[in-house]
DNA sequence: TGGTTATTTGGCAATTTTACCAAATAACCA
DNA sequence: TGGTTATTTGGTAAAATTGCCAAATAACCA
């Protein structure tokens, strides 16, 4: 596999790399959420937050939509979600 | 879910958040390698492979095992390879 | 238009990660 | 035992990530 790809997919797991992150994308597992629900939830500051969606929509994980003055964000890669929760399992036994 | 349990799983996504960690992980979906072999291949010091492979080991994503003067490694957390191809997919349709 | 709300962006200091070199350890063999 | 090979560990400078504040944008409403 060529180091480009190498690169591109590390580019998704740093994405993915962050509590908050990984915060969100359980919560948009069952359905888009805007950000000022994600800022209700988590204990930073609104431009921290906004930071994280950018990061996880530039690596395409996510798609944001405006309506009107919000901005909703829905999780495309889905997998990420299969993941996540082979993960929680292994953690478990552990 | 619990702050901490966020955390641990951060670690694991930041364990693979690396061109050559990745490279390692795609090579043991195959079977076990020794760190010798992982160095020829890596265009990198043998002491930053072996540093890159106590990452993926302390993340509990791979094992490792001594025999005579070489160490082994296995990968344990096998459905990282599930989510990898995955990506792949996703990575070929943009 | 002016004010309010929702969100993003720029800038910066603090923290974390990275890769190399040199040195340490560990197993084997002469 | 002494030398060689395989691997890990310690130290360090450079690079990347993080979170806050302040300021900018953008949409709505009076």
Do not use: W
Not at 7 to 21: C, D, E, S, V
Not at 36 to 54: A, Y
């Amino acid at each position: 596999m060529s180091k480009d790809l190498y690169r591109k997919k590390t580019q998704i797991f740093k994405a993915l790399a962050h509590p908050t992150r990984l915060f969100i994308i359980d919560k948009l597992e069952n359905g888009e959420c805007c950000v000022c629900e994600f800022v209700n939830e988590l204990d930073v500051d609104f431009s921290t937050v906004s930071k994280h969606l950018s990061v996880l929509k530039n690596a395409g994980i996510i798609i944001d939509e405006k309506r009107g003055q919000q901005v909703y964000y829905t999780l495309v890669m889905r997998c990420v979600c299969t993941f996540s929760h082979c993960i929680e399992t292994f953690l478990n036994k552990e």
